[in-house]
């Protein structure tokens, strides 16, 4: 089992940035991909990035340009640097793990509240 724990979410202004962290520890040496997703109100989670651990990307369109991606290589953290945010980027974040590159993923963490005021 992997345990998923994120930070650094918060209040920050349209265009600003944050970068969120996520820290993962138990059974981190099987993760082949380590990503993050959102839930805005209302709306279903979504994918917002992913990695894995032969260092291939995927970003959401929604977030390209603004968002990157990147990790230890170690598989135990994770961070989602998000910059010129916007109101529609407020939502909870939540990252996560699989073992596999692609697929569902296995384990998530509790989530970390980001809102971006206009």
């Known amino acids: 089992q992997v345990q998923l724990v994120e930070s650094g979410g918060g209040l920050v202004q349209a265009g600003g940035s944050l970068r969120l962290s996520c820290t993962a520890s138990?059974?981190?040496?099987?993760?082949?991909?380590m990503g993050w997703h959102r839930q805005a109100p209302g709306k279903q989670r979504e994918l917002v990035a992913f990695?894995?651990?032969?260092?291939?990307?995927y970003l959401a369109d929604s977030v390209g340009g603004r968002f990157t991606i990147s990790n230890n290589g170690a598989k135990s953290m994770w961070w989602l640097q998000m910059n010129s945010l916007k109101p529609e980027d407020t939502a909870v974040y939540y990252c996560?793990?699989?073992?596999?590159?692609?697929?569902?993923?296995?384990?998530w963490g509790q989530g970390t509240e980001v809102t971006v005021s206009s």
């Open positions: 138990g059974s981190i040496f099987s993760i082949s991909a």
């Open positions: 996560a793990s699989r073992y596999s590159d692609y697929g569902p993923f296995d384990y």
């Open positions: 990695i894995t651990s032969h260092g291939s990307t």
